[in-house]
């Protein structure tokens, strides 16, 4: 028995609102399909497809095909098995942004602890950058003011003490804090 050919729309069986204002290819589902201009059209919710019932026009192709999103990929593994090599190799060949989990987390924390943590750059190894002996009375005068500042107790929030604890032993981040970071790079520019 020959089925009948169905005419998908412009998103074949992805949800059109997800990638619209998502920039993400969610597949729909055959439950909340919904019929546009003789082209049949999947959601990912109900809701997205009243959302597109409302305002079709918005969420099909007009004059040029729809866009897909970038390309991204995910790259896990142990500490030291060479993800950051492996990943700048693939955003070279392929044109896409690279993001250095750990380097983003430092990034989120600077500004109350200013320098960096981690076990790399712990006070151990303070004697890496030791002032030359014609810049010390300058740096003495400096340090002066840098250790009064310093004495004030810094305030982290739950969530940049769970990024600290993170850089440095390892500690596994929450759930609710990765939910905060991670859809950025979704949603956001440069990222997006």
Known sequence: IKQKKRHMGDTNHFCPVNLKENFVL??????????????????????????????????????????????????????????????????????????????????????????????????????????????????QTMTKIETEKSKQKVELTDEEEAIKANLMDDTELPPEVLDKIVPDWWNKEPFR
């Not at 997205?48 to 918005?58: G, T, V």
């Not at 693939?90 to 320098?115: C, M, N, S, V």
């Open 26 to 139: 969610y597949p729909g589902l055959q439950e909340h399909a919904a019929k546009y201009k003789e082209k049949i059209y999947y959601f990912s919710t109900s809701e997205y497809r009243d959302k597109f019932l409302k305002n079709p026009e918005e969420y099909v192709a007009h004059n040029e095909p729809l866009q897909a999103p970038p390309l991204r990929v995910c790259l896990l593994g142990i500490h030291g098995a060479g993800k950051t090599t492996c990943a700048r190799q693939i955003a070279d060949k392929l044109g896409i942004f690279h993001i250095q989990f750990e380097e983003y987390l430092q990034e989120l924390i600077l500004p109350k602890t200013k320098r960096k943590v981690g076990p790399s750059f712990d006070e151990d190894h303070e004697d890496d950058y030791k002032i030359p002996e014609e810049l010390e009375d300058f740096s």
